[in-house]
Nanobody, 123 residues
Framework: VQLQASGGGLVQTGGSLRLSCAAS????????VGWFRQAPGKEREFVAA????????NYADSVRGRFTISRDNAKNTVYLQMNSLKPEDTAVYYC?????????????????WGQGTQVTVSS
């Protein structure tokens, strides 16, 4: 499966963005999905994940209550709704998919990656 992330941009503190990750060559309903991010000079970190069934989600402590991961099977797309954005959310955001029923928060657990989309939050 190929993943294409989009929706990044420049937003002020407190604003919102919705990232999209469109899949081709496979059905996202067959995959667990996740979002990760990498800020300048830092390692890539886990943001959010959703199980293949959609019944289970997991979030990093830093984004819980502000970000929501969801999936639209009809559009074969996974989303990351980001609200109450903070300057520390500034990073390149990556979507990922894996052939597993579990929710996985480790990068190593993912088989497929999108190319990343830049999110910049100004103070």
């Amino acid at each position: 499966v190929q993943l294409q992330a989009s929706g990044g941009g420049l937003v002020q503190t407190g604003g919102s963005l919705r990232l999209s990750c469109a899949a081709s060559g496979g059905t996202l309903g067959s995959y667990g999905v996740g979002w990760f991010r990498q800020a300048p000079g830092k390692e890539r970190e886990f943001v959010a994940a959703r199980s293949r069934s959609g019944l289970t989600t997991n979030y990093a402590d830093s984004v819980r209550g502000r970000f929501t991961i969801s999936r639209d099977n009809a559009k074969n797309t996974v989303y990351l709704q980001m609200n109450s954005l903070k300057p520390e959310d500034t990073a390149v955001y990556y979507c990922a998919a894996k052939l597993s029923i579990a929710v996985v928060t480790s990068m190593a657990g993912y088989d497929y990656w999108g190319q990343g989309t830049q999110v910049t939050v100004s103070s």
